[in-house]
């Protein structure tokens, strides 16, 4: 009897993890597959053709395109990182810690929430009459007197595309945090207070410690989505910034998929390399 219980409890697993099983591999494994094999493909210069040829990884890495556009891409990621990292603790430590009363943390939460009502490409246009010549913030300083004629590098430039980052995924990394934050037990704080610790001790020793995991998943957050996007690289940076997700953008509006298709598996191959370096530093497991 026991082991039919066990064969029927084995079977009802199986069937329940059968539909997750189905979409992964619909949704995440077949796309990366059929990337996978196109990067092998051949490009005439007017179409892609079915081939097995490793051209296309050849001149990827023998391109000095290419290592430009990924330290680029790396850079703006990490600046976007450290600036949302900070912005997101500051905003979730004031949420949990500096308000009193739950209503109160939930609603200005939910506050923050109010901008993913509109599309990302609509915050991200939303910029331009703030940052341009004769824009908001231009006319503000001119009118102040800061100074005397517009400041260009407001808009169309590598400022624009970071402010536009930070904007729209500095709640990608509230969320964890504010999540982590919320789950501290305040006895902690008060036992490091009566043992003399001062403030700066107990955020550096108790509150960031605790943190880790929230940070760790903001990040993942924060940098798939700075890798991977290209809409404000196109809309904000005046072509005065080159990406790996731009560049395979326009690879493929020239139609030149397997070209495209290897640079995609590449930037995928680093991705994942960043998200288990911070995995292997940081148990994200405690979290979820």
């Known amino acids: 009897m026991a082991p039919m219980i066990e064969r029927m409890q084995r079977y009802t697993t199986a069937l329940q993890l059968t539909p997750l099983g189905i979409t992964l591999l619909l949704f995440l494994i077949g796309p990366i597959v059929v990337i996978l094999i196109t990067s092998f493909w051949k490009f005439n210069g007017f ?56 209503k109160s943390k939930m609603l200005l939460f939910l506050l923050c929430v109010v901008p993913f009502w509109t599309s ?3 915050r991200m246009i939303a910029w331009i009459p703030f940052l341009g010549k004769e824009g908001v913030i231009n006319r503000a300083f001119m009118g102040i007197g800061i100074t005397d004629e517009p400041l260009e590098f407001l808009l169309f430039s590598e400022f624009a595309v970071i402010m536009s980052y930070v904007h729209v995924f500095t709640l990608f990394m509230v969320a964890p945090l504010f999540n982590t934050m919320a789950k501290i037990d305040p006895a902690l704080i008060e036992a490091a207070r009566d043992n003399g610790a001062k403030g700066w001790q107990i955020l550096l020793h108790v509150i960031i410690p605790l943190c880790k ?28 910034v080159g990406t790996v997700a731009l560049s395979i953008s326009n690879t493929i509006g020239s139609l030149n998929f397997a070209y495209a298709s290897a640079n995609s598996l590449f930037l995928l191959i680093v991705l994942l390399l960043i998200v288990g370096g911070i995995m292997r530093i940081v148990d994200v497991r405690k979290q979820l």
């Open 120 to 122: 990302g490409v609509i």
């Open 47 to 102: 179409m892609t053709t079915p081939d097995f040829v490793v051209k296309n990884y050849v001149k990827m890495f023998s391109s000095g395109l290419t290592l430009d556009n990924y330290l680029e891409t790396i850079r703006i990621a990490a600046i976007v990182w450290v600036t949302t990292a900070v912005l997101g603790f500051i905003i979730a430590y004031y949420l949990v810690f500096d308000l009193l009363t739950l």
């Open 213 to 240: 995991p929230g940070i760790a998943i903001g990040s993942i957050f924060v940098i798939s989505l700075t890798l991977s996007d290209f809409t404000a690289v196109r809309l904000l940076s005046g072509a005065n």
